[in-house]
């Protein structure tokens, strides 16, 4: 009893060595759990919505706005050109030639961006009205088409009000997460193709939903219901992306390290064992059942047969190898060999393009793609769709990158190495975002620094997207007034850049002398 009494005064015997001494292993290990817990609350505040919209205007109305200001750019002129656009030969013909028929296919991205253009064609009425081989250039005529450039136009307009609100769940004030906004809203090279049967803006949408469901889940408390759907939806929102196009591997890549090894929020960001497990399981039951579907749908034989394995061949209705009754191989099986061919045929395409372009010319936009010719007959004046990116937004995020790496360099690690800085700080939480942009512009990027078949300059959107969110962070480590000076200079730059190149949006009738004046450099 007395010992017991002595230990609660704090003095005497051995419980006052203990209180007032060292103290025991569970005494440090408390103590370090109370350190950790409070670092990762700062670690965390740093990543809360940081000021309000001004007159009291909820983000939610920002990001309504953003859409709404996004898909009306989108949707003006949809049907302009009245013909089809570059590579909408290929989608034309997926979904009309292949798909509604139930002629085997064969493409080198995955099923998901197709089979969602031929839900919208059949819940619309869109019959097959085009040749089953449809060239580029011919006119649509009586096919249906709007409707599908329209949903091209919806996943567009989705991006920049997710980029919004990604950016002020990162922490971003206000001024700096309308930035990239603006700049997805009114950039020409995505704005082009979200104006297309193409399949694009399918994949950055679910590539910016991924990542917006990824920090709200990283933020998130354990063990909660609202936790494991955030860790569902990311893991969906990640196997949409690579359903899409393969080139979206890097983003559930750049979210399994993060939540493995830590991130903008601390040690809290990392996922436990059965987290990944589930998304795991999640991602991978959703990209398998896209094949289940693709295989379902074509029972017969199609220009795709000769990229299959010859049991395939010969179940397809019709082809020269069927064989009445014969089943299909195992799924598995096809699976498998389609993804690897998939792969295979894609590093055979070794031919040269006309419109090609290496990597390292797309950040300043040094060539673009002409899409589309035509000739107004009522003007005398000619029309173009020509793909380039909005040289304010092109020449905002160089600046911007080279702005954050000298930065990074010369300022914050120097000062990182001698440890000089607060443990916590707004500085450490801008090296984190930026890092983070920066890794992720470089795994967009790099599969096409490694690949030597043709590439595109409508393969940098991705990578494009990722610097004007480093331009965000950037512009956000500003004092306020300056910070509120470069958005409103950098959105007046991008709108007005917008409004003098949209004719080439969308095949507006302009003079020779118009459209010779709007080429810069390369773009011929």
């Not at 509604?100 to 009425?125: E, M, N, Q, S």
């Not at 450039?149 to 971003?172: D, K, Q």
């Not at 603006?182 to 297309?196: I, K």
């Amino acid at each position: 009893g007395g010992l017991t009494a002595a230990r609660a005064a704090g003095g005497g015997g051995s419980g006052a060595v203990a209180s007032a001494g060292a103290g025991g292993p569970a005494d440090h290990e408390g103590a370090a759990a109370d350190r950790a817990s409070s670092k990762a609350r700062r670690v965390r505040s740093f990543c809360r919505r940081r000021g309000t919209p001004p007159w009291g205007v909820p983000d939610a109305a920002v990001a309504g706005a953003l859409f709404a200001a996004a898909l009306g750019v989108r949707l003006w002129r949809l049907g302009s050109p009245p013909d089809i656009v570059f590579d909408e030969v290929h989608f034309s013909r997926f979904v009309w030639s292949n798909y509604w028929a139930g002629r085997y296919l064969f493409d080198i991205h995955p099923p998901l961006g197709k089979l969602t253009l031929l839900a919208v064609a059949k819940a619309v009425g869109a019959v097959p009205r085009l040749p089953q081989t449809p060239m580029n250039g011919m006119a649509f005529g009586a096919q249906v088409y709007v409707p599908l450039r329209a949903t091209s136009a919806v996943f567009g307009a989705g991006v920049p009000p997710l980029t919004y609100a990604l950016a002020r769940e990162l922490g971003l004030g206000v001024a700096a997460s309308t930035l990239p906004a603006v700049a997805g809203a009114l950039d020409h090279l995505v704005v082009v193709e979200s104006r297309l049967i193409l399949l694009d803006a399918q994949l950055l949408f679910y590539i910016v939903a991924a990542l917006y469901l990824a920090v709200r889940l990283w933020k998130a408390r354990r063990r909660t219901l609202g936790r494991l759907r955030l860790l569902v939806g990311t893991a969906a929102a990640g196997a949409a992306a690579v359903g899409v196009k393969y080139t979206a591997v890097a983003t559930p890549v750049l979210i399994a390290g993060v939540s493995l090894l830590g991130g903008p929020t601390g040690a809290a960001t990392r996922l436990e064992v059965w987290e990944m497990g589930v998304a795991g399981a999640v991602a991978a039951a959703l990209y398998v059942s896209l094949f289940a579907l693709h295989f379902w749908l074509l029972p017969g034989t199609g220009d795709g047969d000769g990229f299959m394995l010859r049991p395939f061949q010969e179940a397809l209705v019709g082809g020269p190898h069927y064989k009445p009754g014969a089943p299909r191989p195992p799924f598995w099986r096809s699976f498998v060999w389609l993804n690897g061919e998939m792969y295979r045929a894609n590093a055979r395409i070794t031919a040269s393009h006309g419109w090609q372009s290496p990597w390292y010319t797309w950040p300043v936009s040094l060539r673009g793609i002409y899409y589309h010719g035509g000739f107004d007959a009522a003007s005398g004046d000619n029309t173009q769709v020509y793909l380039i990116m909005n040289p304010a937004v092109a020449a905002g995020t160089v600046v911007a990158m080279a702005a954050f790496l000298v930065w990074a360099a010369v300022w914050y690690a120097p000062r990182w190495r001698r440890g000089v800085l607060p443990p916590v700080s707004r500085a450490h939480h801008t090296a984190k975002l930026g890092a983070l942009c920066v890794c992720g512009y470089a795994l967009n990027l790099l599969p096409y620094v490694l690949v030597t078949r043709c590439t595109f300059l409508y393969h940098y959107i991705p990578a494009a997207w990722w610097a004007q969110l480093l331009a965000a962070v950037v512009v956000d480590g500003l004092p306020p007034k300056p910070r509120r000076a470069v958005v409103g200079v950098a959105a007046v730059a991008i709108a007005a850049a917008y409004v003098y190149w949209a004719p080439w949006i969308y095949a507006t009738p302009l003079s020779a002398a118009a459209h010779a004046r709007r080429r810069w450099g390369r773009w011929s």
